[in-house]
Structures are given as C-alpha cells and as structure tokens.
C-alpha cells in the first residue's frame, strides 16, 4: 500500500513537471522568439523545441510509464498495450513534424544540416525510437509473433526505452543551450547576452533543468522494482498477442 | 559461462570506447584547439574538456562498473570497495581541476560563469557526484555505520551512481556543442565553420558520439541483473564495514 501511495506522489510529480516542459517550451518561443508559423521564417523554427520536447521528452515519457500504474494492473492487458503503442505514434508523430519545421527552416534559409552535435545525436535518437516502436509493434502486438520471441525481446524493449529517453534529454540540454547562444548574441540596442541572463536565458535554462527532472523521475519509475506490473505465472498478459481476450 | 563471457567482451568494448574518448578529447585540443598551458590562455581552458571526460567519464564509468566483474567475485569485498571508492576519489579530484581551469580562465578573462544551461547542468552534477561520495564513504566504508543504514542506502547509491553518469553526458554534449559553436566560426582566412563540417568538427563530434556510445556500455553493465555481484546470505558482503575481514 505504501509502495502506490509512494507510487502515485511520484507520478503526480511526472505529470506536473510534464506540463511544466510544455508550457515553458511553448512560452520561451511565443514570449521571446516571436511565436509560431509555417513560413520558412524564424516564426518556422520554433516550433522544433515545442514539437521535439513535447513529443520525445513528455509525451514519450508518459507512454512509457503506462504499465507502472496500478490502476492498470489486474486487468486485461492489451487495451494498455494499445494506449502504449498509441500515445508513443503519437510522440513519434510530434517529433517528425519537429524535425520538418527544422529542416524545412534550414532549407529554405540555405542553412546546412545535421552538422552539429546536438543533430548528430537527435538524428540518432529518433532512428533509434522509430526501429524500437516498428520492433515493439512487430514483437508485441501482432498475432503471429511466437511467445518465445516476445519472452526474448522484452528485456531489451525496457532498456532500449529507457534509454532513448536518456539520449531525447541529450539532445535537448544540447539543442537549448545552442539555441541561446545563436539567438542571445547581445547588441548595441541594449539586448543582453546570454552570459548576462536576461529573463529569456533564465526561462530556457529552467526549461532545461525542469526536462531533466521529468527525466529523472520517469527512469526513477521505470527502475523500481515494486512499481512493476505484476505479470500472473509466466508472464501470460505481457506476451498475449493482439486478439488475445486476456482469460 | 555464457554470460561471463558475454561480459568480458561488454567490458573490452568498455574498455576500448574509454581509451578512445581519452585519446580523441586530448587530440581535439591538443591537433586543434592549441594544446595545453595553465597560464589563462585559450590553453587553459583546453585542460577543461580533458579532465572533465576523462574524470567525470571514463574513470568514473570504470570506478562504478568494479563490483561488476567476475574476476572480483568470491573474494573480500573491501579491497574492492576501497578500489571502488579510491578511482572515484581520483574521478572527482579530476572533475574539480577540470572544473578549475574553466573557472580560473573565465575570471582571468572577465568572462562571465555559470550562465550557460551547460555549466547549470554540470555544475549541479558535480555537486551531485560530490553528495554521493560523502554519503557513499559514510554508509559504506565507515565502520560505525549500521547494517540496516547500509541496506537502506544502497538502492539510492547504486541509482544515483548511474543517474550522475547520464547527467555527466548531457553535460559533455552540450559542452563539446557549445565549444564548437564558439571555436568554429569561420573567417576570411579560409578557416571553415562548424557547419562546414571541417576536420576539427568530424573529430570532437565523434568524441561526443563515443562518450554517449561508452555510457550506454556502462549503464548496460550496470543495469543487468545477470552481472550483478552474487552476494552470500544477506548480502554480509555489501554492508560490512571497514576492517570487516570478510569472513
């Protein structure tokens, strides 16, 4: 009992600071980069931040914490099986768009890509959440998958998960922390630079610091042992294909 | 058998990725950046990337895996601990003369510190690392502390350990990023930009490929229950104190 109480305070917190990443990404770029288009202007790039922390930080790491909540446990699992899949085509969705308001920017603007780090990481990142959900999908849901085969991959579906959200943080901090040194540059107009932290800095860098929070928290949850699923004999509801009624 | 051999190659690839991130973050700035000094040049700062993947990365990557290697099993484990113990005293001393050059070229250049989400993130995974070996010494090689304080502690020591690790990669990406942005701005003199993708940018963003790649080796070390040091009984092993003979 004391294990869901603990449970439930932690992933309270996880949905705080999600809507906290959210709502700073969206206000660092509508406050202070000068909010959204689809035009190949400035207005165009903003929303890779938006799309990218939403969709591979937040959304992604909600997804991934699905079967640790015990609302969910003792009862037929494909239905939680779906939203998984779901909420994470969903993440996967929001962050390609991300990545076509950056290259359609770049593009249109003659800027080169994937030259820096930060994309050389990014770009690997989203390969690898597109191979783990094709995988996923191709392990877990559809029917003619053996048991043996699903009993083989979960281990490497759990950490592969995790992992790709260490990597979505990396290349988060990274991108942010490029971002302000481009757009915090400092003018004889009387606009500060970065290192003298006006309040766009200080809102971005909290951006940063409150998205690796979220990320500590959902590893912190993925990590617990007590907060596991309880799977019944051999692990019967975790392997079920799709179609399998759960009796 | 299977799985001690699968964790010697594990460890050989460990291995071999850490030598290369030594060997590739001193020749980026030794071929590239000028070498090294401690005379509040740009050489200064060189030592900054150098102490900090070598400490807070590599060494301490190794320090964290030691329990994890078979050969170390069915002995004491205090000599171990203080193997243990010692190579992340040797990572945190280090991490602080890499975190001194930073600190001592920026002041002797008037250059502002701690205002970029880079050095936020660091700053505060020093201190975590900090935080950590204090508490560690203190639960597990203090001889005064209580064995139930030590199996209380060790949950939180083995997650935080792993957590410090991630946060010392988020720091090293956007910190090589950061520096190739500021060192790679392209002039009239033919030198190419960042994103040019010049020699100098192919190197250190390797090195930032193999720092994640070397991280993701520890943390897979570290992570797997079939590589975890058996520990007899109630685990007399891990919490016994210093001067405990280990019989």
């Not at 906290?20 to 790039?45: E, M, P, Q, T």
């Not at 290259?103 to 990142?125: K, Q």
């Not at 990320?215 to 079920?240: D, F, N, T």
Request: charged share 10%; aromatic share 14%.
């Amino acid at each position: 009992m004391r294990g869901i109480v603990a449970f439930y305070l932690t992933y309270m917190l996880c949905l705080i600071l999600g809507i906290i990443c959210v709502a700073l990404v969206v206000h660092w770029n509508y406050s202070y980069r000068g909010g959204f288009a689809w035009d190949s202007s400035a207005k165009h790039f903003n929303w890779h931040p938006v799309f990218m922390v939403t969709g591979m930080v937040v959304l992604y790491g909600n997804a991934a914490i699905v079967y640790r909540i015990p609302l969910t446990w003792g009862h037929n699992k494909l239905p939680w099986k779906l939203l998984h899949a779901g909420l994470l085509l969903f993440s996967f969705i929001l962050s390609v768009i991300g990545l076509c308001a950056v290259f359609d920017y770049h593009n249109a603007n003659h800027i080169s890509n994937l030259y820096s780090l930060h994309s050389w990481v990014g770009i690997c990142t989203t390969a690898l959440f597109t191979a783990q959900w094709v995988m996923g999908f191709t392990a877990f849901l559809l029917p003619c998958t053996p048991m043996s085969a699903r009993a083989f991959m979960k281990p490497t579906h759990v950490w592969m998960g995790g992992i790709i959200l260490v990597l979505s943080i990396v290349s988060c901090i990274s991108g942010i922390n490029e971002k302000l040194f481009f757009a915090l540059k400092g003018n004889t107009n009387g606009t500060l630079p970065y290192s003298a932290l006006p309040p766009e800095a200080i809102t971005a860098n909290s951006l940063g610091v409150i998205i690796v929070a979220f990320g500590l928290v959902v590893l912190k949850i993925l990590s617990s042992q007590i907060w596991q699923r309880p799977e019944p004999g051999y692990e019967v509801g975790v392997y079920q294909p799709l179609g399998y009624d759960g009796s």
